[in-house]
């Protein structure tokens, strides 16, 4: 059983495009998390909702829209793509904030051409 | 504003020798402090974390981790490596109060066998 799942798993697609990324978490689990992996591995966190609320949004232009229907699901929905959003992004969850362990998913690898 | 630095982008070992990697954070508050490994083409899995207690910390796969606070550093260890070890080590530190987890760049460890 897959804790933290995201589809899909590779997306490619050109730029100017809309492209969405879902993740599900079956752990039960109140808070889930958006990451952004660049090319050189590093990892940073764009949004975190808690019980389908935002309480983390950092710098991240508003063309990224995160969507929590429930507390097993976070969506990301990118509009108008740029070439700049190409990376690898991480679903996350846990319980209780932050400062628990966090479960991550298996990424989503977006190209953007 | 959080940080957290280690100190080695790329790691090159030979089987049985024994690894270290640094990973010092900026916050002067009560820290919960984790390493993350990410094998190659996997997503993030959690090696050990520490919140309270004992400053020596001990994970899966044989590795440990020793909290020194009056250092700010966080240093993973494990006394002989082998070529499964082979991914990217992620440091990453989260202020109690602060609501976000912060990570390092990462460091690449190749295991020759």
């Known amino acids: 059983d897959t804790a933290v799942s995201q589809t899909p798993k590779y997306l490619v697609t050109q730029m100017g495009n809309d492209k969405s990324i879902k993740c599900e978490q079956n752990?039960?689990?109140?808070?889930m998390y958006w990451y952004k992996q660049d090319s050189k591995k590093f990892l940073k966190i764009m949004f975190s909702?808690?019980?389908?609320?935002?309480?983390i949004n950092e710098t991240v232009p508003n063309r990224f829209s995160p969507k929590s229907p429930d507390k097993a699901h976070l969506n990301l929905h990118i509009n108008s793509l740029e070439l700049g959003d190409s990376a690898v992004y991480f679903c996350a969850s846990s319980q209780g904030s932050s400062y628990n362990e966090q479960f991550f998913g298996p990424g989503t690898r977006l190209t953007v051409l | 504003a959080q940080s957290v630095s280690q100190h080695n982008h790329h790691v090159i070992l030979s089987e049985a020798a024994s690894l270290e990697l640094g990973c010092n954070y900026s916050?002067?508050?009560?820290?919960?402090l984790f390493w993350y490994v990410q094998y190659p083409g996997q997503h993030l899995q959690l090696l050990l974390k520490?919140?309270?207690?004992?400053?020596l910390v001990k994970g899966i796969k044989g590795f440990e981790a020793e909290f020194i606070k009056s250092k700010f550093s966080f240093n993973l260890r494990k006394p002989s490596v082998q070529w499964s070890d082979t991914a990217e080590y992620f440091c990453?530190?989260?202020?109690?109060?602060?609501?976000?987890?912060?990570f390092g760049q990462g460091t690449e460890l190749s295991v020759k066998p």
């Open positions: 990453a530190v989260n202020a109690v109060r602060g609501g976000k987890l912060i």
């Open positions: 520490y919140f309270s207690g004992d400053p």
């Open positions: 909702y808690n019980n389908k609320e935002l309480i």
């Open positions: 916050y002067g508050g009560t820290v919960n």
């Open positions: 752990l039960g689990h109140d808070t």
